[in-house]
């Protein structure tokens, strides 16, 4: 697994990240074993996200295999001298001259120039650093200019010179009520539709609802969130998705299957997650029939979704636990799909992919603050018609700022064709209404239904 960060947004969660997986990983934030819990660094594939070496006297070093990217010096400075400065050198990261001031095409062209010869190079080398490199997990927002512009030409190349390599994205999109900036519609509609092909599966997250979530937690050490508190989320969604190739028990699940699994259609690749007990300020139980229950019949949802309308189209639950028997979930997955008349597409008979990995979920120090650390923790991961919605909003924003055609000349300024914002409207249209046929009942996928 290659890591990229990019933009602001991206290299924040960057930096929870790192300072997670080195903690649950057992590793200090020098690259060196930490010697806290042996049995997890013993037991754990590190292989995964870092590159290992040895020195001169011995000892075993890691290197995250990541590469922080900006067209702003500043955030890859913040990096190079926050916490994880001796473990992320200036290797890794990759800044340009000048931020793309909120807007795609100048993140896509010309502050985008800048960086980006810069960091094709540092991702070939990446590609190369690893044997057999199978996935690339991209952490961005694309309400920005730089995370929304630079994303589509970086995947896109990936995808040319290691077209095998699954791209996985970690995307923040604008929220539905708080206003983060004027043109956020059109750079998260352009990156979008643009970056449709090179990315494989997008799980996708709104502040809005991050804040909603977690706050609870927090009021009561009179906390508001911040970022730093939502980003944890995020990793903790990544750790958790990757915890059972990392620590492997007895059933398994890959990124590959998780991919596989879950998307029927190139087009419908964008995937809600929710984290249960984490994000939530009550443990309703501690087995895993009871957090599966709750994961379904409640909203904990980190984008704006209401799974209790709609249908689920495909979805993967990861449990995490040192004792959990798989008889157990089988039967709670039975039971929520079956005996709760959970609603799913009538198409795909079965709508589960199960994977149980035995490490618990851990946080870092900041975190643990103010998150619990529950002896089984369930990831839930769903492709569900609801995300029509998500994307009709941001389509009714981007279409409203259209019509009027404002601010459309800084992006023809940068270099952009006007004809561009026309086609990626219709482009994200198809794709909404084909998501919402889905949703009909005796509707079949290629858009026949079940009379004809
Ligand atoms: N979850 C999360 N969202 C963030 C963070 N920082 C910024 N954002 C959101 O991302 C939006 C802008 O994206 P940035 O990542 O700052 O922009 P950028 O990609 O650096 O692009 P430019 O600054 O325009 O070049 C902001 O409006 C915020 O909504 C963060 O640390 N975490
Ligand atoms: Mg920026």
Known sequence: MISLHIGQAGNQIGNRLWNLLCHEEGINLSGFPSGINVERFEECDHHFYFNESSSTNDNTSFTPRTCFIDTDQQTIDEI???SLQNIVHSDLTCAGSGSAHNCYASGKFQSGKVVVNEATTSIR???????????????????GGTGSGLTPTLSGFVKTIAPKIQIVSQTVIPSQNICQSTTAPYN?????????????????????????????????????????????VIALQSSCLTSGERWKGELYMSVDACITNLIPFPELNMITSAIVPITRSTVSGTNSRAITVDAFMSNYEVCSINTNEGKYISCGVLYRSSNIPVQEVERACFEVRNE????????????????????????DKMAQKYYTEPEISLLKISNHTGISNVLEKLTTDYRALLDKRAFTFWYIGEGMEEGEFVTCQEGMEATIAKIKKLGEK??????SDDES
């Open 125 to 143: 080398r990446l590609i190369e650093s690893c044997h057999n490199c199978k996935h690339l997990m991209i952490y961005h927002s694309i309400n």
């Open 442 to 447: 005796g509707q079949n996928p290629d858009g």
């Open 188 to 232: 998260a509609l352009l990156c979008l539709v643009e970056s449709n092909e090179s990315i494989d599966l997008r799980f996708v997250y709104e502040n809005e609802v991050l804040y909603n979530l977690i706050d609870p937690l927090l009021k009561p050490q009179h906390r508001l969130p911040s970022y730093h508190h939502i980003n944890h």
């Open 80 to 82: 190079l001298s926050g």
């Open 340 to 363: 709760l008349e959970t609603p799913f597409v009538e198409w795909i008979p079965s709508g589960f992919k199960v994977g149980i990995s035995p490490q618990p979920l851990i946080h």
